[in-house]
């Protein structure tokens, strides 16, 4: 009988598979770790999808966790080629702030909380803009595997 499965360690939902990462590295190093093993920067294409992930990112975990979007010029795209049509961005994102070097990767928050002065408050779930060279944990996806099963 065939079935169509994830992998241990990974999560399914809609057809996809899904893998909270734990190494901490850059955007560029985690879309590349992504693909070594069959997989793309998670892409988000709904709230549904949003909410998936946001159900199984660590709550103490790092504050935020990369995902494929990335800024080309104005606009952004996901690492996977998928339409960007769904948007979860935090309140005044995203932002380009010049004092992190500019922001052209998004971060999901993995949790909710404020920063040290109290001055920034963010939302777990929601989608920040941030420097590509910060080191965070990353979300793997891919399509479910086709395995036979006796």
Request: hydrophobic letters at 30%; charged letters at 25%; a positive charge.
């Amino acid at each position: 009988m065939d079935a169509i499965l994830c992998q241990s360690g990974w999560r399914e939902h809609n057809n996809h598979c899904y893998k909270l990462m734990r190494d901490k590295a850059s955007w560029s190093t985690a879309k590349s770790m992504c693909k070594t093993i069959g997989a793309s920067l998670v892409s988000i294409t709904s709230s549904d999808e949003n909410n998936f992930i946001k159900s199984f990112i660590s709550k103490d975990s790092e504050r935020a966790v990369w995902i494929g979007l990335r800024r080309n010029g104005e606009s952004w795209k996901w690492a996977d080629g998928s339409r960007f049509s769904y948007r979860n961005w935090h309140q005044g994102e995203p932002n380009d702030s010049f004092w992190n070097g500019g922001e052209d990767c998004a971060n999901i928050y993995a949790k909710t909380g404020n920063n040290w002065a109290n001055t920034v408050k963010w939302t777990r779930g929601k989608w920040e803009d941030s420097n590509c060279s910060k080191k965070n944990h990353f979300i793997c996806k891919k399509a479910k595997d086709m395995t036979s099963q006796m």
